[in-house]
């Protein structure tokens, strides 16, 4: 059981573009999903939380107008990094809670993303 | 708020041999404190956790005990395995109430045969 999908595993898109990521929980409702970001050989960074149905909280020096998110229901929260830059380039990793106090997340497989 | 400082890898182990991966943290007050593995190509998981001081977290024989005294939680392994292989991360709520957690550096495990 808590079994997070992540959609594209990978991509590679054009300097200019934009380019959106999927998170889904597939067998359970997230009241919670938290979006992050990994570099190579590095921890993770957290962007920003996201709670169904409400605007995003971004950490302090992530762009929300550069990194789109919007959690329509228990079960899907996407990612979207508009005109993507090279430095955009990253993996993305989405984590999802229904227990918030107990902090146990479940983790997507992640997105590597390539900007070109 | 909260901080976590984990050893630096990568640990390189021949199988069978004993596992320490050290985890320090600083907190107001005693949270629950975790630890997370990443094997290649996949996401994270949940490893262990422990919920207060002095409890040991244990699974797939891994231990962890939660020390206040050296606010410390490292990883310990009797006898490690090929399968083992992985990206460790020590964990524990960024602060306050809010479901996020802070990550430590991760520490790069290879076990050879």
């Known amino acids: 059981g808590a079994v997070v999908s992540q959609h594209p595993s990978w991509v590679i898109c054009k300097s200019g573009t934009s380019v959106k990521i999927e998170c889904r929980s597939l067998d359970f409702q997230a009241t919670t999903m938290f979006w992050y970001r990994q570099f190579p050989k590095q921890s993770l960074m957290l962007m920003a939380t996201s709670n169904e149905g409400s605007k995003a909280t971004y950490e302090q020096g992530v762009e929300k107008d550069k990194f789109l998110i919007n959690h329509a229901s228990l079960t899907l929260s996407t990612l979207t990094v508009t005109s993507a830059h090279p430095e955009d380039s990253s993996f993305y990793i989405c984590?999802?809670?229904?227990?918030?106090?107990?902090?146990?997340?479940?983790f997507g497989p992640g997105t590597r993303l390539t900007v070109t | 708020g909260n901080s976590v400082t984990q050893m630096e890898g990568p640990v390189t182990l021949s199988e069978e041999a004993f596992l320490t991966i050290n985890c320090t943290y600083t907190a107001t007050g005693y949270p629950s404190l975790f630890w997370y593995v990443q094997y290649p190509g996949e996401g994270l998981q949940l490893l262990l956790k422990a919920t207060k001081a002095d409890d040991k977290g244990s699974n797939k024989g891994f231990e962890a005990t939660y020390r206040k005294e050296t606010t410390s939680f490292h990883l310990e392994k009797g006898s490690v395995q090929v399968s083992d292989s992985a990206v460790y991360f020590c964990?524990?709520?960024?602060?306050?109430?809010?479901?996020?957690?802070?990550f430590g550096q991760g520490t790069t495990l290879q076990v050879k045969p």
């Open positions: 964990a524990l709520p960024l602060s306050g109430n809010t479901g996020k957690l802070i």
């Open positions: 984590s999802a809670s229904w227990d918030l106090p107990s902090y146990e997340q479940y």
